[in-house]
């Protein structure tokens, strides 16, 4: 048993506190009055405050807002960054209808600033001098202080300094809530514009290119005539700064192309003078005299190469065959003389059929045969030579003109240095008249679209004055002010919950404190008995919800052990008052209704009730048979209930603890079993504050320990659970007395059988079990 408490007390220790649904119900629904109250105060609260606020009415005017217009004259170096320019658009003019110049400007159309014109009382900004010692006033510097002793000195010093930090202090603080001018002009238009920018609400309307412009005052008349104003203002505004924008671009490219004109022409004198200083020819941008003789040179080179090489091929071929030559063959003297050789050769042939050729007409044939091959052999030579004349010419004309190409070589190289800084003349030429030439073009573009620019904005719909306010709206304001007072009143609620700790839940018993609950006690009606005792409704109202509960804890504690209900059994608590002494009298009152005979013990000497319940005297009881000064016998005593005998506490010993300590109580329990008595109930003092409990605990084992719902603090039942421990005791379980429905999720047993109220239990109201125990003296 002690182990199995051990970990009981262990996961107790170990419980989880967070809170589930049905607690959180179970909370609101305690405090539901007070929930309601609250709600209902800040309702309250909410719709008065609605009721005499100011009204406000809103006037809007809707503006569109295109995309910035398209060029009027279309230049082939349009913007590159139209697309983004556009993007920005829309957000850049809700801004500027944000604008301080804008709200300045409907302010003075409207004659919304009564200190406009006002002058500054004078000596204003000369008020703000802190005040200056005499001394310095008067010119002249103060009086030397008396000389002090050195540790005079040093307090003087420090009290000094701390005097000045606490100045700069405050003079810092003064400065974080002051303006930095004092001219009342300026601070009346810095209050005016900023209440108008306030009460202006700029918002462009979602996938779309409209904006609504939304004016709020008191009055209706003046939030629409505003309302139109800055609209009409902002459009005029636009073309304003279109209008100075051309002006100033027309202004600015100007005075560029002056700049630009007086550059570009001494960039072409410059030019010129070099050209001259150097002898440079061009005959056009690109080419000058040197480059083109070169270029003339290099061709007509190629050229004679070509020549020379074919008169070359030419002589060295009839050098080596000149009689299968081109040349020759082609000749007509050599061909003529070819022809005469034929003729007489076939002469001489014919002949030499005849004749001998020593036939002197043969020898005459054949001399004529030898002078034309001479001849041919002669005109071959001429024509030879003259191939060979033709191939000196080309060699010659060759090597002049290579020697003249090398010479003119030699001049270009020259040239192209000095055509180095010919180039960068040219460049800077060339640059200087494209920006003057572009500066030209963008004048002319200014004037001409400067004229025909085009309004991209326009109201779609002029505000008009409202009929209604729209705040304060008195639904919204009641909904959040009851809101409000729900949220307060759960905060309240959940905050005191929280700071309760007391047992205020049925299920809250084991999850927290590892020990079983036996039974719970409602909370009912005291009935009208003649005795004092509560404990007896459960023999005068054996149906009520009372003596259910009782006989339900009588049944649990007989399944508690293996061998049933325990035949001792000790009833304690905490601390007093939780109803202890009554649940002691009511189970010792149903065991008896089986037909046991028990014995009820008030072992609380220091503070007796028993007696009280069952309207006994207390001359003799427990004290005196501990004491030894009675026998047991004479000591129990009859009471109304049949079976049920009670040793009552007795006059009250100066310690009680070490009476308790003896073997007498021991023996008594033991004697009661030889006298027949089936169980034995003690009334036991509360655990805290003193020992008698866990002495007592220690002879009886059977201990039932009483928690009054709603009130017995957690604290006080975990450190009464860990003396039990320390004891080497642990309980069968846990009596939760004064039960309602605010703390168990069971129906009443009142509810379960269909008993009314209006039997003995009707009448005042006041809770059954801490009626008998009463606060020690």
Same mark, same amino acid.
């Given at each position: 048993?002690?182990?199995?408490?051990?970990?009981?007390g262990?996961?107790?220790?170990?419980?989880?506190?967070?809170l589930?649904?049905?607690?959180?119900?179970?909370?609101?629904l305690?405090?539901?009055?007070?929930?309601?109250?609250?709600?209902?105060?800040?309702?309250t609260?909410?719709?008065?405050?609605?009721l005499?606020s100011?009204p406000l009415?809103?006037?809007?005017?809707?503006?569109?807002i295109e995309?910035p217009?398209?060029?009027?004259?279309s230049?082939?170096?349009?913007?590159?960054?139209?697309e983004y320019?556009?993007?920005?658009?829309?957000?850049?003019?809700?801004?500027?209808?944000?604008?301080?110049?804008l709200a300045?400007?409907v302010v003075?159309?409207?004659?919304?600033d009564?200190?406009?014109?006002g002058n500054?009382p004078?000596?204003?900004?000369?008020?703000?001098?802190?005040p200056?010692?005499?001394?310095?006033?008067?010119g002249?510097?103060?009086a030397?202080?008396?000389?002090?002793?050195a540790?005079s000195?040093?307090e003087?010093?420090?009290?000094?300094?701390l005097?000045d930090?606490?100045?700069r202090?405050l003079a810092?603080?003064?400065?974080?809530?002051?303006?930095?001018v004092?001219?009342?002009?300026v601070?009346?238009?810095?209050?005016?514009?900023?209440g108008?920018m306030g009460?202006v609400?700029?918002?462009?309307?979602?996938?779309?290119?409209?904006?609504?412009?939304?004016?709020?005052?008191?009055d209706?008349?003046?939030?629409?005539?505003?309302a139109n104003?800055?609209?009409?203002n902002?459009?005029?505004?636009?073309?304003e700064?279109?209008?100075?924008?051309?002006?100033?671009?027309r202004?600015?490219?100007?005075?560029?192309i002056?700049?630009?004109?007086?550059?570009?022409?001494?960039s072409?004198?410059?030019?010129?003078?070099?050209?001259?200083a150097?002898?440079i020819?061009?005959l056009? $941008?690109?080419? /000058? +005299?040197i480059?083109?003789s070169?270029?003339e040179l290099?061709? %007509?080179?190629a050229?004679?190469? &070509?020549e !020379?090489?074919?008169?070359e091929?030419?002589?060295?071929?009839?050098?080596?065959?000149?009689?299968?030559?081109?040349?020759?063959?082609?000749?007509?003297?050599v061909?003529?003389?070819?022809?005469?050789k034929?003729?007489?050769?076939?002469?001489?042939?014919?002949n030499?059929?005849?004749?001998?050729p020593?036939?002197p007409?043969?020898?005459?044939?054949?001399a004529?045969?030898?002078e034309?091959?001479?001849?041919?052999?002669? $005109?071959?030579? /001429? +024509?030879?030579a003259?191939?060979?004349s033709?191939?000196d010419? %080309?060699?010659?004309?060759e090597? &002049?003109? !290579?020697?003249?190409?090398?010479?003119?070589?030699k001049?270009?190289l020259?040239?192209?240095?000095?055509?180095?800084?010919?180039?960068?003349?040219k460049?800077e030429?060339?640059?200087?008249?494209?920006?003057?030439d572009n500066?030209?073009?963008?004048?002319?573009?200014?004037?001409v679209?400067s004229?025909?620019a085009?309004?991209?904005?326009s109201?779609v719909?002029?505000?008009?004055?409202?009929?209604?306010p729209?705040?304060?709206?008195?639904t919204?304001n009641?909904?959040?002010?009851?809101?409000?007072?729900?949220?307060?009143?759960?905060?309240f609620?959940?905050? !005191?919950e929280?700071?309760d700790?007391?047992v205020k839940?049925?299920?809250e018993v084991?999850?927290?404190?590892g020990?079983?609950?036996?039974g719970?006690?409602?909370?009912?009606?005291?009935?009208?008995?003649?005795s004092?005792?509560?404990?007896r409704l459960a023999?005068d109202?054996?149906?009520?919800a009372?003596?259910e509960?009782?006989?339900?804890?009588?049944?649990?504690?007989?399944f508690s052990?293996?061998?049933g209900?325990p035949?001792?059994?000790?009833?304690?608590?905490?601390?007093?008052?939780e109803?202890?002494s009554?649940t002691?009298l009511?189970?010792?009152?149903n065991?008896?209704?089986?037909?046991?005979?028990v014995?009820?013990?008030d072992?609380?000497?220091?503070?007796?009730?028993?007696?009280?319940?069952l309207?006994?005297?207390?001359?003799?009881?427990?004290?005196?048979?501990l004491s030894?000064?009675?026998?047991r016998?004479s000591?129990i005593r009859?009471?109304f209930?049949?079976?049920?005998?009670?040793?009552?506490?007795?006059?009250?010993?100066p310690?009680?603890?070490?009476l308790?300590?003896?073997?007498?109580?021991?023996?008594l329990?033991d004697?009661a079993?030889?006298?027949g008595?089936?169980q034995?109930?003690i009334?036991a003092?509360?655990i805290?504050?003193?020992?008698?409990?866990?002495?007592?605990?220690?002879?009886?084992?059977s201990?039932?320990f009483?928690?009054k719902?709603g009130?017995?603090?957690?604290?006080?039942?975990?450190d009464?659970?860990?003396?039990?421990?320390?004891?080497?005791?642990?309980?069968?379980g846990v009596a939760?007395t004064?039960?309602?429905?605010q703390?168990?999720?069971?129906?009443?047993?009142?509810?379960?059988?269909?008993?009314?109220?209006?039997?003995t239990?009707?009448?005042a109201?006041?809770?059954v079990?801490?009626?008998?125990?009463r606060?020690p003296?």
């Amino acid at each position: 048993m002690l182990q199995t408490g051990v970990l009981r007390g262990n996961a107790s220790e170990e419980a989880d506190d967070s809170l589930d649904i049905k607690a959180l119900l179970r909370i609101v629904l305690k405090h539901k009055w007070l929930l309601l109250s609250v709600a209902l105060l800040c309702l309250t609260a909410a719709v008065v405050r609605t009721l005499v606020s100011t009204p406000l009415y809103q006037a809007t005017t809707t503006l569109q807002i295109e995309r910035p217009p398209g060029r009027i004259v279309s230049f082939k170096d349009a913007d590159s960054g139209q697309e983004y320019e556009d993007y920005l658009s829309l957000p850049t003019q809700i801004e500027l209808l944000r604008s301080r110049a804008l709200a300045e400007r409907v302010v003075d159309e409207l004659g919304l600033d009564p200190s406009r014109g006002g002058n500054a009382p004078p000596g204003v900004l000369g008020a703000a001098a802190g005040p200056s010692s005499a001394a310095a006033l008067a010119g002249r510097p103060a009086a030397p202080a008396p000389r002090a002793s050195a540790s005079s000195q040093a307090e003087t010093g420090i009290i000094s300094m701390l005097g000045d930090l606490k100045d700069r202090t405050l003079a810092g603080y003064d400065k974080l809530g002051k303006p930095s001018v004092s001219d009342r002009q300026v601070l009346g238009r810095e209050a005016v514009v900023g209440g108008f920018m306030g009460s202006v609400k700029v918002d462009a309307v979602r996938g779309s290119r409209l904006v609504r412009v939304t004016v709020v005052s008191p009055d209706p008349a003046k939030a629409a005539r505003v309302a139109n104003a800055m609209a009409q203002n902002f459009m005029a505004m636009s073309m304003e700064r279109k209008m100075e924008s051309s002006v100033y671009a027309r202004n600015f490219l100007e005075d560029q192309i002056k700049v630009t004109k007086a550059r570009l022409e001494e960039s072409e004198r410059t030019l010129n003078a070099y050209a001259r200083a150097n002898s440079i020819l061009t005959l056009d $941008e690109k080419t /000058s +005299v040197i480059n083109q003789s070169y270029t003339e040179l290099s061709s %007509a080179l190629a050229k004679l190469e &070509q020549e !020379r090489i074919k008169a070359e091929a030419q002589y060295t071929e009839m050098a080596r065959n000149p009689q299968s030559s081109t040349q020759v063959l082609e000749n007509k003297t050599v061909q003529a003389y070819k022809e005469q050789k034929a003729k007489l050769e076939a002469e001489y042939l014919v002949n030499l059929g005849t004749y001998k050729p020593e036939f002197p007409k043969m020898l005459q044939t054949r001399a004529q045969i030898d002078e034309l091959d001479l001849r041919i052999k002669a $005109e071959v030579a /001429s +024509v030879l030579a003259s191939v060979k004349s033709q191939f000196d010419a %080309a060699k010659r004309q060759e090597d &002049q003109v !290579r020697v003249r190409l090398q010479d003119t070589r030699k001049e270009v190289l020259v040239s192209q240095d000095r055509s180095v800084d010919l180039s960068l003349l040219k460049r800077e030429l060339d640059t200087n008249r494209q920006i003057y030439d572009n500066l030209l073009q963008r004048l002319k573009e200014v004037g001409v679209t400067s004229g025909v620019a085009a309004n991209n904005i326009s109201i779609v719909d002029v505000a008009k004055a409202p009929l209604f306010p729209f705040k304060p709206d008195l639904t919204t304001n009641a909904g959040i002010g009851l809101a409000v007072g729900l949220m307060l009143g759960l905060g309240f609620i959940f905050v !005191r919950e929280h700071l309760d700790d007391s047992v205020k839940h049925a299920d809250e018993v084991e999850a927290q404190f590892g020990v079983p609950l036996l039974g719970i006690i409602p909370q009912v009606k005291k009935s009208k008995l003649a005795s004092a005792s509560l404990a007896r409704l459960a023999v005068d109202d054996p149906r009520g919800a009372f003596a259910e509960a009782y006989r339900s804890m009588r049944t649990a504690l007989q399944f508690s052990t293996s061998e049933g209900a325990p035949k001792r059994l000790m009833v304690t608590s905490s601390v007093s008052s939780e109803g202890k002494s009554t649940t002691a009298l009511a189970l010792a009152i149903n065991f008896a209704q089986l037909g046991r005979r028990v014995l009820l013990v008030d072992a609380d000497m220091r503070n007796p009730s028993m007696h009280k319940a069952l309207e006994l005297t207390n001359d003799g009881g427990l004290s005196n048979y501990l004491s030894g000064e009675g026998s047991r016998e004479s000591l129990i005593r009859e009471t109304f209930v049949a079976g049920l005998q009670v040793m009552t506490a007795g006059p009250t010993p100066p310690s009680p603890v070490d009476l308790l300590m003896g073997p007498k109580l021991l023996r008594l329990l033991d004697k009661a079993e030889e006298m027949g008595f089936d169980q034995v109930v003690i009334d036991a003092p509360p655990i805290l504050g003193i020992a008698d409990a866990l002495v007592l605990g220690n002879q009886v084992q059977s201990i039932l320990f009483v928690v009054k719902a709603g009130a017995t603090r957690r604290s006080a039942i975990k450190d009464a659970l860990r003396r039990l421990r320390t004891a080497g005791l642990m309980p069968l379980g846990v009596a939760l007395t004064r039960a309602s429905s605010q703390h168990t999720s069971y129906y009443g047993y009142d509810g379960y059988y269909g008993y009314g109220t209006g039997g003995t239990a009707s009448t005042a109201r006041e809770s059954v079990p801490a009626r008998l125990d009463r606060a020690p003296a």
